[in-house]
RNA sequence: CGAGCGGACUGCGCGGCCGCGGCGUACCCCGAGUACGACGAGGAAAGUCCGGGCAUCGCAGGGCAGGACGCCUGAUAACGUCAGGUGAAGGCGACUUCAAGGAAAGUGCAACAGAAAUAGACCGCCGCUUUUGCGGUAAGGAUGGAAAGGCGAGGUAAGAGCUCACCGACGGGACGGUAACGCCCCGUGCCAUGUAAACCCCGUCCGAUGCAAGGUUGGGCUGUAUUCACACGGGUUGCCCGCCCGAAUACAGCCGUGAACACCGCUGGAGCGCACCGGCGACGGUGCGUGUAGAUAAAUGACCGCGCUCGACAGAACCCGGCUUACAGGUCCGUCUCGAAGU
RNA sequence: GCAGAGAUGGCGGAGCGGUCGAACGCGCACGAUUCGAAAUCGUGUGAUGCAGGAAUGUAUCCAAGGGUUCAAAUCCCUUUCUCUGCG
């Protein structure tokens, strides 16, 4: 499965309006069934300066293709961390599977 | 050996494996396809504090207003930057720091204290007069950031550049230097505080807007209304003059419609490296070599192994030249400086 | 990315070279009024260090650091943080 990105301002507000919401330690996210598969993560300016924000999305993006093949249909997938002092893949990638198990989407 | 000063450089490395970005090549089921290959953040990419390129509006013509800079000479595309000097301040020294023009063009301001603040007599001192006042005086006291150069001697009723020496200031001249300025000589008893990072004066410079600039495609037709060639409307930097345009704007109807999109701008440029030549130097010239990010919800990460000093500040967004600020450590250079010891 | 504005007591917000620790309003504390409360009226009210039994006195502080000035919340420079606009 062909693992795309939400790129328009559409697509964002649709998944956030329609989706449904899942809350984990590290990070919430919210998910749409849909055509195909395709993910974004939100990081905005209050998580810090450009070098961490960049941080953040490589370890959250590197978690999220770690464990996409798991999916069992294809959706819409928006990733939003929590905002904290210390970002690990290990916390990402545990709970990012530890929702796809709980909301049985694995 | 210890403590410093100045300058230059560097900014974890190597291997494996799974991924990311555009590029090139090949293949196919031609599509936001697949495979392979080389390449892929910084010295500050940062702050956006200056200067340019580039682009558009315009025509850049003038005046006023406004802003920036400010010792001298040079470098440069340009600068508020850099280099070499001058002066002042600091350090035993190597060296470091400095918005460093003009206060006899004018205006303003200088609280409180103090007798008095740009002008003067409170105490004191001296003379006259006799209960007190009048005059002289800027040595001394007291206030203040600042009280009409400082100090010593002469002088005097007491004093005072009143006179003289030295230092300082101002004016003139000679010499050296492109110049800032330095140095020497002569003269003037010395017309007079500070502030120009207060207004200002003098000199030099500045059109406006910033890649969300801007360009390509983004349709055509009809009707109505408003304003208008005897100076009205619109545009032009804040204002005025001047100049430019001849049409502009709004609404309605019909067909057309991906449009917060796609492509261009978008990286070959004052480019980088080496050598030689000119120059104290910034820098310039010549020759040879080199091809080195280009994203757009926005590319460098995860895991494993090894080494060590256990890895700081930090992520390109049109591009350059600077400045400023942040930063774990490490390396190199100097007829550099001071101290100690030895010879 | 580009352009611009600001930061002053617990909060809002004047002051923009001297008498300013700083107007005014809100809040807070105490008092009056009331059986009690609200409303109203009056008085007071910044923080920290040092001295003092206390009253009080004194030094520093207007985002932070430096500079100009006799004197800075105010003028200049640098930094930090906050906010706004721009197809």
Redesign the pocket.
């Known amino acids: 499965m062909?693992i795309?990105?939400?790129?328009?301002?559409k697509e964002?507000s649709k998944i956030l309006r329609a989706g449904k919401r899942a809350h984990a330690e590290s990070l919430t996210i919210v998910f749409l069934p849909s055509d195909r598969l395709k993910f974004?993560?939100?990081v905005g300016k209050k998580y810090g300066?450009?070098?961490v924000r960049?941080?953040i999305?490589?370890?959250l993006?590197?978690a999220f293709?770690a464990h996409a093949r798991e999916l069992k249909a294809p959706c819409l997938v928006l990733l939003i961390p929590r905002a904290g002092r210390e970002y690990s893949?290990?916390a990402f990638a545990r709970d990012i599977a530890k929702v796809f198990k709980k909301e049985k989407l694995a």
């Open positions: 062909k795309l990105r939400i790129k328009k301002k964002f974004a993560v939100c300066k450009s070098v960049n941080r999305k490589r370890l993006r590197e293709r893949y290990h």
